[in-house]
């Protein structure tokens, strides 16, 4: 191999939170003008190691060697200025200011003293030539689609003439020609002599787009091989550190009788004449596209948002207005945004998991200490939480484990119905298949589960029956033997119109 | 030690125990048991309006209405004893004034979603011009009867010492041990979390804010009782210093994190600096000067200790 220069280089970082190790010794580099993939179940380290890079995070040992410079107390402004840039899966820009305003935020150009606007336009103007795009710097960002707002993002990073380039899960929210689209401009980047992380759970695009693959696991280096010698088996296999099986066995369930009863739900110009049905031990997934108002039909049913017209039925029983009374009813959601809609990050694990549970726990408004322990026990045992440990922030998890304590809290209010919006969403491939057992599982146990999610495979995975929103309305129905082909085709169909 | 710094509630004792020090190096009196213990009626008034804020706080909010409350209390206390109703009778409606007040308040903020700093800030008109019009502004005379819970002594402890301890006690009890306690932390971290857990979020909100309005109103009888009359000018700038209390006691005013036993302490050292500084002869403008240099100190440090946290996790 001949040598080449180091673009950025790790020497045997540790970081821990806590008691909890989260990196063990990091050696890591990155050569110039290379596209790297780093890859890991979630928490294995990736975001910590990215963070420490980036200098979001101080490292408890070790050194970070950038362009041949061994840094000091790292922050996010030097590691800028070092030409580090990060681009996050959530873009962090301001949907209410313009682009151009967006682009130069904190380091905005002046000229006299005065902002220079003309000046900062043409800089923009340049980058966005350079990349190949045709965005109005005057546009706001709300009024960006995902995939605008992705290469905004990435022109942000070209103005700080970024050496080093960050990206994770850049794609997740991109079509297939966007995807090919920054594909093309991460060539370019790297001809250029920019180095790139990349960071994807997408098997093929890793070995489309990257020259070498790192994996990580539990806080390690299992190993870095170039893209053409690693095979997928290899890749999984240091992932997971074991053979995986992505098959899901669906056992033959006892169908029991309706348990959730949807007729003509509307509500404004959100959905209209929504009818379906959730049978007992059985697994509904409702498909479609994103904004096909799938999300609002579930907040209407858990008594989140109001609606005007059309009923709603739970073992025969109309189901009440406030979310409290539906989830005495024995319906729970698992809502799509952990972070801000199922998680309080800022307190326990524990508390997480009886904070709903409480009414039953409690005696007239007062906690039972143990009968809390005894509950939150059985959650992390039955869910396998990792850390197997509920007295850390809820934050402190890794995404899979966050959503297992948001599912432990509600399994621990006993319920009969499970509606768990977009569940495997930020969910690495490991904890996505524990997930999927225990809806399994769930189901066998006779509750019903309906699940909104816009991952064809995940649907042909898991359904018993799906029922596909297009526009506000109801698609079409078909059975969980379905291909994706027809899924997909109820989903779009007529889109055009 | 450097965990002990990051101690909130420990730096707040040492703060403590450097301002006792340098007060009784100023005066002879200070460290005796009589000056302490006539210090405690000031201490548990300005505690007990620390309490009710230090609630509202957890949940995200605020109340400035706090001082006006107190004021509008003691006129009710003084025009109903006026009017020959019984005494114990008329305590309680003042209290109930003063739930009534906080219920106002919480409705305007939680069901009607309107900023509580702006709603409290008018109510605090509100009620204050309440107060004044119904007493015509002079001061009211209350019986004899009362004065025992503003003069008098349970043993050797003044009856306000042993009322606001035993506030305290029970609440942050309460907090710990109840279903309220940890509704309204996760209300005070992430109230959308909250609202999907099935948590009545509006009600235990509201709770939160009728609280307040009864503790406002339990020491504006408290007051009254001890300069045995009422009057609708106490109490002002009496919010200022509930929220000195609050943050300095190492709340957070996004919610979530407050702590009892700190604002109790800061209570204790807010009012023995002021007792201080008012034996040392120093006018009362120099000491709102120092004490809102505490409260800018205050928050500092609370940031400063949050940001390392933060970094933690």
Redesign the interface.
């Known amino acids: 191999m001949t040598e080449q220069s180091f673009a950025l280089k790790t020497k045997d970082v540790y970081k821990s939170f806590g008691g909890n190790h989260v990196l063990k010794g990091i050696d890591f580099e990155l050569y110039e003008g290379e596209v790297q993939a780093l890859l890991g179940i979630n928490g294995a380290g990736k975001s910590t190691l990215i963070k420490i890079i980036s200098g979001a995070l101080g490292q408890d040992r070790g050194e970070v060697v950038i362009g041949g410079q061994t840094t000091k107390n790292l922050t996010p402004s030097k590691a800028q200025a070092l030409g580090i840039a990060t681009i996050y899966q959530e873009t962090s820009l301001y949907p209410k200011l313009s682009v151009l305003e967006n682009l130069f935020v904190g380091k905005r150009m002046k000229k006299r003293g005065l902002l220079d606007w003309k000046g900062m336009e043409e800089v923009s103007k340049e980058i966005f030539k350079r990349l190949g795009v045709d965005i109005n710097p005057y546009e706001k960002m709300e009024n960006l689609g995902k995939a605008s707002a992705q290469l905004v993002e990435i022109a942000k990073a070209l103005t700080i003439n970024a050496k080093i380039l960050i990206m994770d899960e850049p794609t997740s929210s991109l079509s297939k020609q966007e995807t090919e689209r920054l594909f093309e401009i991460v060539r370019m980047l790297k001809a250029e002599g920019t180095s790139i992380i990349y960071i994807s759970h997408r098997m093929e695009e890793i070995f489309q787009i990257t020259d070498r693959v790192t994996v990580m696991r539990d806080g390690k280096i299992i190993g870095t091989k170039k893209t053409k010698e690693a095979t997928t088996e290899w890749i999984t296999r240091s992932m997971l550190g074991k053979e995986v099986n992505n098959s899901l066995e669906k056992s033959r369930r006892h169908v029991g009788e309706i348990l959730l009863d949807v007729q003509n739900l509307s509500s404004g110009n959100l959905f209209r004449n929504i009818s379906f049905q959730v049978h007992r031990g059985e697994i509904v997934v409702l498909s479609g596209l994103v904004g096909a108002g799938r999300t609002e039909v579930m907040r209407a049913v858990f008594g989140i948002d109001g609606f005007d017209s059309g009923k709603i039925f739970f073992k025969g029983a109309p189901v009440k207005r406030h979310t409290w009374d539906v989830i005495k009813q024995g319906i729970v959601m698992v809502p799509e945004d952990r972070g801000r809609q199922g998680l309080v990050k800022e307190i326990s694990a524990a508390e997480n998991m009886v904070m709903a549970a409480l009414p039953e726990i409690s005696r007239m408004g007062i906690r039972n200490r143990d009968k809390e322990k005894e509950y939150v026990e059985a959650q992390v045992k039955g869910l396998l939480l990792n850390p197997p440990a509920a007295g850390l922030d809820g934050g402190a998890y890794s995404g899979g484990n966050q959503q297992k304590i948001v599912i432990g809290k509600w399994l621990n209010t006993h319920p009969e119905l499970l509606i768990l919006d977009e569940p495997t969403c930020g969910v690495d491939v490991g904890a996505k298949m524990e997930i999927y057992k225990l809806i399994v599982s769930l189901a066998e146990e006779g509750k019903g589960i309906l699940i909104v999610s816009s991952d064809i495979e995940e649907t042909e995975m898991i359904a018993d029956r799906i029922v596909i929103m297009r526009q506000g309305m109801i698609a079409g129905e078909l059975s969980g033997e379905a291909d994706k082909n027809a899924i997909l085709g109820l989903a779009l169909a007529g889109k055009e119109e | 030690m450097k965990k002990l710094v990051k101690n909130n509630f420990f730096v707040l004792i040492l703060v403590l125990v450097i301002v006792m020090a340098v007060m009784s190096g100023m005066s002879d009196y200070f460290l005796t048991a009589d000056y302490l213990l006539n210090a405690t009626r000031f201490i548990s008034e300005t505690s007990m309006i620390g309490l009710g804020m230090t609630l509202v706080i957890l949940t995200g909010g605020i109340d400035l209405s706090v001082g006006s409350m107190m004021a509008l209390s003691s006129v009710c206390l003084g025009l109903t004893c006026q009017a020959g109703i019984p005494a114990g009778l008329a305590a309680a409606v003042s209290l109930l004034v003063g739930i009534a007040g906080g219920a106002l308040n919480g409705y305007a903020v939680c069901k009607m979603n309107l900023p509580a700093l702006i709603v409290t800030l008018a109510t605090m008109g509100l009620f204050r011009g309440i107060a004044l019009g119904i007493s015509g502004g002079s001061a009211i005379p209350i019986p004899k009867s009362l004065y025992f819970l503003g003069q008098g002594s349970i043993g050797p402890l003044p009856v306000q010492l042993v009322i606001t301890t035993t506030a305290y006690i029970v609440i942050a009890f309460f907090i710990y041990?109840?279903?309220?306690?940890?509704?309204l932390?996760?209300i005070g971290?992430?109230e959308?979390?909250?609202?999907?857990?099935?948590?009545?979020v509006t009600w235990n909100k509201v709770k939160a804010y009728m609280l307040s309005g009864f503790f406002a109103a339990f020491l504006g009888i408290l007051f009254t009782c001890r300069v045995s009359s009422a009057k609708a000018d106490y109490g002002s700038n009496y919010e200022m210093d509930a929220i000195t209390i609050a943050v300095f006691g190492g709340a957070s005013l996004a919610g979530?994190?407050v702590s009892f036993a700190g604002s109790y302490i800061a209570a204790v050292i807010i009012v023995l600096i002021r007792l201080g500084l008012t034996t040392a002869a120093i006018q009362t403008e120099i000491q709102s000067v120092i004490i809102g240099l505490i409260l800018i100190l205050a928050v500092a440090f609370n940031n400063f200790v949050a940001s390392k946290k933060k970094?933690?996790?």
């Open positions: 041990k109840s279903n309220f306690g940890i509704y932390k996760g971290y992430n959308e979390v909250a609202v999907f857990s099935g948590i009545k979530g994190k970094i933690e996790i």
